[in-house]
């Protein structure tokens, strides 16, 4: 456990189609926290359960 830090800083998150990456909770981009830490108030009720895919184009 005492190199799980450093090895964390080497791995990636391969987001695929995005279905299943929480666009606010997931740390989906690399060297950043989860967006919804990042953004103060609330969020709109159509925001709460967005997914990446409904942000990539073509769904790709």
Not at 32 to 42: E, I, K, M, N
């Amino acid at each position: 456990m005492l190199g799980w830090e450093k090895c964390k800083e080497g791995l990636t998150w391969i987001v695929g189609n995005g279905k299943r990456t929480d666009f606010w909770l997931d740390s989906w981009i690399p060297n950043t926290p989860p967006l919804r830490t990042l953004v103060s108030g609330p969020l709109p009720c159509d925001e709460l359960n967005r997914l990446v895919s409904s942000t990539l184009k073509n769904g790709v």
